[in-house]
């Protein structure tokens, strides 16, 4: 019975999936709400009256998602019908270009100088075996005032290339399509230029770093810009590329396991990323001892969050840390906890009428990003971009961690997009 509604629900979400345009947040969302509220529950062996349950929330959430959806991406469609055409004279790369292009690359070579620091502070086995993660784990809630230094000055790194690197892909883009061709050879040369930074900060670093999802993620960033920057998408390098991150998803895990004395199975590297389904459900079956919060772990802790937690040990927790340290208290005051997801942390607050007014929300913010593309806004791409980028995070972290990070890199974005854009728009 439970493959028959897992099987069912599959064939429910499919008329609200895009296939002909894959690289949506729309996609992402149903596909993961999905392994949420199917699979996870067949993983973790969850009792069988409660499947209907489920599956009944599943449907729920993913009308009310469609519903914000639709709204969202017809507001955009109306801003867009409002702005005027960009003319082909300017488009053209120009000085500030070349000031991003080389600020990318020296931001990639900070970044490098940082990762090869912590290798020589840990070596090279420690560092690949987890070392570096571990302890910032068993620091996490001390006073460690240089500890915390460092993560705020890695965190505003993390920021900024971000922000860069989405400015640096979005006026290539707006080069590609408004001009219909490349006219030049130095700017079809820096066009390679930026797609080479791109895929060393999405898809080299991870792998040096030895992240995992961090390579995932990447993978799919990269085959978002490849499909919205072509014409036509090869669907060979589609295939490669995912066969590759899989592989790599493998490798990365099994050889942390290794170096750790333990054999981890690639199913239980899969099964893990289920987890955050447990927080969710746990969640709900223990209200009694957690009580509803009515925004206290959402709003403060978005506000603190620059604040770190090496500073201030008794900093207010958010969502995530104050289920963790009720429910699996051992594990928690370790550092390890697991991520409650969008839903448990709403569901923590306001209930599951908190989740699905939280739903419709992340319902419109989706459609209104997707426009950007839908409806051919190239000279916003790059927004669409840091969003898919941090889509799954949205998703599966904390939201008061994650709309803070979002909300930082746009700010950033929107600043260097305004100094480097000299679009210019033809007369109505």
Known sequence: MRCLLIIFAFFLCCPFINFKKPFLLRNIFIFYLYAIYNIAPYVFG?????????????????????????????????????????SQSGVSFNKKDKFLISGMIVLLMVHLFVIVKTIKSFGLSGFYSGAQSASLIADYGKLNVSGA????????????????????????????????????????????????????????????????????????????????????????????LIICAISVFI??????????????SSS????????????YRDIRDNMDRLNYQYGRTLVTPLFLRLVPRGMWPEKPQNSGGYSNYILYPGAAQTGFMIAPTYLGALYLNFGFIG?????????????????????????????FFIVFSSYICILRNDPAITIFDLMAVIIFYLLISKWASTYKRRCA
């Open 46 to 86: 969850d009792a069988d009256e409660r499947y209907y349950v489920w599956l009944v929330e599943f449907f729920v959430l993913i009308m009310v998602f469609v519903l914000g959806y639709i709204r969202g991406q017809r507001s955009r469609r109306f801003r867009i019908s409002a702005v005027r055409p960009i």
């Open 149 to 240: 230094v460092n993560q705020v000055i890695t965190f505003g790194l993390g920021v900024v290339t971000l922000a860069v690197l989405a400015v640096l892909l979005e006026r290539m883009i707006v080069r590609r399509f408004i001009s219909g061709k490349l006219l030049f050879r130095y700017e079809c040369l820096r066009r390679r230029l930026i797609l080479i930074l791109a895929m060393i900060w999405l898809l080299l670093f991870p792998l040096i770093q030895f992240s995992r999802s961090g390579f995932v993620f990447g993978s799919m960033v990269m085959l978002a810009i490849w499909y919205w920057s072509r014409k036509h998408f090869p669907l060979m390098r589609f295939v490669v």
């Open 251 to 264: 490798f990365i895990g099994q050889s942390r396991g290794e170096r750790l004395g333990q054999r981890v």
């Open 268 to 279: 239980k590297l899969f099964i893990s990323e289920l987890s955050p389904w447990v927080a």
């Open 355 to 383: 989740v699905i007014f939280g739903t419709i929300l992340l319902g419109y913010f989706s459609g209104w990003v997707d426009g950007i593309v839908l409806y051919q806004h190239w000279e916003k791409i790059g927004l």
